[in-house]
């Protein structure tokens, strides 16, 4: 399982930007994607999770409301479009998708800084 993140970057609170995650999965059956991140000095934080069909969203209650993860089966590929952000939003984002019922395993993205300045 190989996920690719992109569309981090620099921006102004109040402003939106989109991330976008590149799936590729080879002989394992993934059950769910999600988005993580991780600001300094803290432990990595799950912010929105999806179903692998795309459906049943759920967001972390920090986020809700302004954050909206979508996953595209054809282009094999989770998205996350923030709009609203906010200073505290500033962290090291991270795709990662899940596998397995009783163990679940997760695989992750190399990560990608999403800065918003006030």
């Known amino acids: 399982v190989q996920l690719v993140e992109s569309g981090g970057g620099l921006v102004q609170a109040g402003a939106s930007l989109r991330l976008s995650c590149l799936v590729s999965?080879?002989?394992?059956?993934?059950?769910?994607m999600a988005w993580y991140r991780q600001a300094p000095g803290y432990e990595r934080e799950m912010v929105a999770a999806?179903?692998?069909?795309?459906?049943?969203?759920v967001y972390d209650e920090s986020v809700r409301g302004r954050f909206t993860i979508s996953r595209d089966t054809a282009k094999n590929t989770v998205d996350l479009q923030m709009t609203n952000v906010k200073s505290g939003d500033t962290a090291v984002y991270y795709c990662?998708?899940?596998?397995?019922?009783?163990?679940?395993?997760?695989?992750w993205g190399q990560g990608i800084q999403v800065t918003v300045s006030s």
């Open positions: 999806i179903t692998a069909d795309g459906r049943t969203p």
């Open positions: 999965v080879t002989n394992v059956n993934i059950r769910a």
């Open positions: 990662n998708a899940k596998s397995g019922f009783q163990t679940v395993v997760n695989y």
